[in-house]
């Protein structure tokens, strides 16, 4: 099958960082399939506009070659934060990362870009974290050429991160914190994440395998909770509550459909959420990311 340049399947297509990276390259003209479980199913804000909806199935290789071909980039943006009985992280990060990693590399001409995070380590005490950590060994191993992006925390305007904080600042008077609070986070802001994948489509300046994408300011976590907090002038108590008691909060809500918090938010409060030393990120890119703070967010 002759593969077009022009020519991307965004797994994950319907998500949060998904749908801004079909929409991101729909607008620099390239030609983008949305790979979703539930064809059909996301609501009209969660699709791109006059992106084709592909069926994909991690637990189905043959689904997933007829998904990907003709493609000539695969980029994985599928998140997965909440085992269920049905698929693990393993299943999902490795497993399936790997099974995708293999297929782009026995397609001619089909190029691959991986979405992981900052803070992916092997020794983590996490198994989520741990997961997304062999996902990229096993992509690098299958697939040597793939560039992996490893965003930190990702915020849009008026909603996800930050808007939801502010909910939280609005609604309790007493706030607990993850620990003492501490913990340094360099939030990105999604559309420049998105911005990232397209300028590794569009040529010669993603000379890196990995890069790692925060945005311009660093704060500790009670930081950011006293700022929304001062922004809407409310006066709240921040708590520190020991990693301990919110693994086991963890624990007891993870029946729940939509847990308000899971094992892998823990984990990933408990180490600064930072871009590394020496590992190249938006500059490398071309790329000047956008602040929280110039943006009116906090």
């Given at each position: ?48 506009p ?40 393993q ?47 096993a ?53 420049d ?34 700022r ?8 709240r ?19 729940l ?42």
């Open positions: 099958m002759q593969i077009s340049p022009q020519s991307v399947i965004v797994l994950g297509g319907t998500g949060f960082l998904g749908r801004r990276v079909v929409r991101r390259l729909q607008q620099q003209g390239f030609r983008v399939s949305a790979g979703t479980r539930t064809p059909g199913a996301a609501a009209p804000q969660e699709r791109g006059g992106a084709v909806q592909v069926q994909v199935d991690l637990a189905d290789q043959g689904v997933m070659a007829r998904a990907l071909s003709g493609a000539a980039w695969v980029v994985n943006c599928i998140g997965f934060y909440a085992e269920t009985r049905q698929q693990s992280f299943d999902v990060h490795v497993s399936g990362a790997r099974m995708i990693a293999r297929l782009v590399q026995e397609t001619p001409g089909q190029r691959l870009i991986h979405i992981s995070g900052i803070g992916a380590s092997l020794h983590s005490a996490s198994a989520y974290v741990r997961a997304r950590a062999a996902g990229e060994v992509v690098r191993s299958a697939c040597p050429a793939a560039v992996i992006l490893r965003p930190g925390v990702m915020f849009c305007q008026g909603g996800v991160f930050f808007g939801d904080l502010q909910k939280l600042v609005a609604r309790l008077p007493v706030i607990p914190l993850f620990g003492t609070g501490r913990t340094r986070l360099q939030p990105v802001w999604v559309e994440v998105a911005e990232a994948v397209a300028c590794v489509l569009e040529g010669p300046r993603a000379q890196r395998k990995i890069y790692e994408l925060g945005g311009p300011d660093v704060f500790a976590y009670r930081d950011i909770l006293q929304l907090a001062a922004r809407n002038g409310h006066r108590l921040l708590l520190p509550v020991p990693f301990v008691l919110w693994r086991l909060a963890a624990a007891l809500m993870s029946p459909p939509h847990p308000p918090v899971t094992q892998a938010q823990i984990a990933l409060m408990q180490r600064d959420n930072t871009v590394g030393e020496g590992i190249a990120g938006f500059p490398e890119l071309g790329i000047r990311p956008h602040s929280a703070v110039a943006l009116g967010l906090i």
